[in-house]
Antibody, heavy 118, light 107 residues
Framework: EVQLVESGGGLVQPGRSLKLSCAASGFTFSNYGMHWIRQAPTKGLEWVASISPSGGSTYYRDSVKGRFTISRDNAKSTLYLQMDSLRSEDTATYYC???????????WGQGASVTVSS | DIQMTQSPSFLSASVGDRVTINCKASQNINKYLNWYQQKLGEAPKRLIYNTNNLQTGIPSRFSGSGSGTDYTLTISSLQPEDFATYFCLQHNSFPLTFGSGTKLEIK
């Protein structure tokens, strides 16, 4: 069974940094693209970033380019999101999600809450 | 960027009803459209992938259709556990974009 467990969320001041992790199990992590998707309180879903299976290709939404970095460690089956220069509008629950045999954005983790506030 | 316009935003229906939710893309997305269900406090769950393919374990009362820019999720006979929020996602190109969601409520 696919399991994705996010960690590293919390309360952080504007301008500071935070690093999220997503531990994967139940599938061959290195075979699949991975994504970070966020959901602000009472709002809809917003794609943040994606990474290819090897980690060689990354993609970001414009509002986080230059501030966030997606990466992965295939030996540890772990996905990361380094978030720098955080803003109040980055406050959200951050989900990691994996592609699957049947296409992109298949299974999701339970989410990590990030609150950016002074 | 491809904009996804989802309608309706809210839908009130009764158990046993047939309901449809629509997503319209701002350009052709080549059937690269997924549907998700999200219940309060839970992560989204994929129901349909690539327009009309039912995810393993999802009841057959859920179905998807569409092509080009227009896509539909249909629930043929609503069950109590179906009252939730539904989102579409286009994965034809980056940035991936979601519809704004449809909250399905009990009438």
């Amino acid at each position: 069974e696919v399991q994705l467990v996010e960690s590293g969320g919390g309360l952080v001041q504007p301008g500071r940094s935070l690093k999220l992790s997503c531990a994967a199990s139940g599938f061959t992590f290195s075979n699949y693209g991975m994504h970070w998707i966020r959901q602000a309180p009472t709002k809809g879903l917003e794609w943040v970033a994606s990474i290819s299976p090897s980690g060689g290709s990354t993609y970001y939404r414009d509002s986080v380019k230059g501030r966030f970095t997606i990466s992965r460690d295939n030996a540890k089956s772990t996905l990361y999101l380094q978030m720098d220069s955080l803003r109040s509008e980055d406050t959200a629950t951050y989900y990691c999600a994996t592609d699957g045999i049947r296409g992109p954005v298949d299974a999701w983790g339970q989410g990590a809450s990030v609150t950016v506030s002074s | 960027d491809i904009q996804m316009t989802q309608s309706p935003s809210f839908l009130s229906a009764s158990v046993g009803d047939r309901v449809t939710i629509n997503c319209k893309a701002s350009q052709n997305i080549n059937k690269y459209l997924n549907w998700y269900q999200q219940k309060l406090g839970e992560a989204p769950k994929r129901l349909i992938y690539n327009t009309n393919n039912l995810q393993t374990g999802i009841p057959s009362r859920f179905s998807g259709s569409g092509s080009g820019t227009d896509y539909t999720l249909t629930i043929s006979s609503l069950q109590p556990e179906d009252f939730a929020t539904y989102f579409c996602l286009q994965h034809n190109s980056f940035p991936l974009t979601f519809g704004s969601g449809t909250k399905l409520e009990i009438k």
